[in-house]
């Protein structure tokens, strides 16, 4: 792996940053599983450019009539390179460098706006999906969510086991607002960020975008991007890494560990020290 001079210099920068300050966070998005052959939405190769972007009332048409909505759901395969890539992929050197990154305690949340649990399976464990996990189903009323196979789709739409409310995919759909558990945790997390690490997203999908802005008000927050591609959030940040993040991370593991001087390490998930 070849990475530009240009390219090494900021993920030395980088590095440093995160070893000064005080409490890392990051925000992740399509583009870190790009790698892991999920298309993204927008960029080069992104999934609008073939379908479109879609409106904003999927959340509607689910509330107006969820029976409907399941059975299409259930019977239907829209997008289905999409569905096809989320059953297929494995997480890529990017995510468990993030792992790896949160064992030596270099990284202290994931806000990550990606639905296909490539965290999760990695080993990430402080992290927030702010756009849901397309593994899980979860009830409107309590917003307790529950794992596919616990929740029997016989009867449609499926009713929430503890309260009776309505059951729809975890997945935050188009119009639906940020269930209010994980968004408050984003907050928060933001008002305690004093570094974040902004991930091959394009940034313009809100509010996940304005949570490195929140970061930047309240506390200065230092903004690093990694992405190959310019984001609607590039000119804010201190330091751009322009590189795909499964190469970029975990050199940047690397660079943060000899910043903490810890040395060299050789591949592969790190034990925590
Ligand atoms: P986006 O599709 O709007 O933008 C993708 C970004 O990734 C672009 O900035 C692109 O330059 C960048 N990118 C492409 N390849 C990359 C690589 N190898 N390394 C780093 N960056 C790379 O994605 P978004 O900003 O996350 O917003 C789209 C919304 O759609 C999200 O909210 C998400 O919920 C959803 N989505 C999720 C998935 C998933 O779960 N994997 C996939 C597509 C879309
Ligand atoms: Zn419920």
Known sequence: MTLPDSVRAALEDAAQTIVEATYVTALAGAGMSAESGIPTFRGPGGLWKKYGEPDNLGYQRFLKDPQQWWEERLSENQMPEMREALEKAEPNPGHYALVDLERIGALRHL???NVDNLHRAAGSESISEIHGNHTLIRCIKCVRRFRRDEISLDKLPPECPTCDGLLKTDTVMFGEPIPPDVLRRCQEEAALSDCVLILGTSAIVYPAAALPEVARRLNGATLIEINPNE????????????A???EALPELVTAVRRAQGHGEVSGGILEAT
């Open 244 to 246: 795909p993040t499964g």
């Open 231 to 242: 984001t609607a959030l590039t000119e804010v940040c201190d330091i751009v890494v322009r």
């Open 111 to 113: 806000v990550t706006q």
